[in-house]
């Protein structure tokens, strides 16, 4: 059984824990975090990195800029996640990009990105994705950069068990 209070949404830079996708996600998942950050990247990750603390056994949801988030803590904290889920993630912005050239990542990993993203580029991202997580399972989608439509038919249960 999924333990909810071991899910954390990261919502994407222009975004906040009140999105359609936070709230969507809280509504399925009782109990899951899904707090809101500000400021630059470091800022941001200053305040993620207390919420999940020492403890192991996350499963991290980062949407966009909080897929950056995500995929970063991922690296440097690797036996503190259980399962990474990255919804169109900003992978090519720093530090993930120059972190992509120093190490591997064997946590499971899903990615969803959109044919019709107009906001985070799909190829680019993909071959970051495929170089670093070593347990990958990328879906492409024909939906755009908020993944409305793929939010609504994924099987968001099994894919986050």
Do not use: C
């Not at 994407?12 to 899951?32: D, H, I, N, V, Y």
């Not at 399962?83 to 990009?97: D, E, G, I, W, Y």
């Not at 439509?149 to 968001?156: G, N, Q, S």
């Amino acid at each position: 059984m999924l333990d909810h209070a071991k899910i954390i949404y990261l919502h994407g830079l222009e975004s906040t824990s009140q999105s359609g996708k936070a709230r969507q996600f809280a509504q399925r998942f009782p109990g899951m975090l899904t707090p809101d950050f500000t400021g630059s990247f470091e800022e941001r990750m200053a305040q993620l990195l207390p919420i999940l603390g020492d403890e192991g056994g996350w499963t991290v949801i980062g949407s966009s800029f909080g897929g950056l988030m995500g995929a970063v803590f991922t690296l440097e904290n690797e036996s503190q996640v259980r399962k990474l889920v990255l919804l169109a993630p900003a992978l090519m912005l720093p530090p993930f990009a120059t972190l992509a050239d120093r190490r591997t990542v064997s946590v499971p990993t899903v990615v969803i990105h959109g044919t019709e993203d107009d906001v985070v580029p799909l190829a680019p991202v993909r071959a970051l994705a495929e170089k670093v997580f070593t347990n990958l399972t990328y879906h492409v989608v024909h939906d755009g950069h908020r993944l409305a439509k793929a939010y609504e038919e994924l099987a968001w249960e099994d894919i986050l068990a």
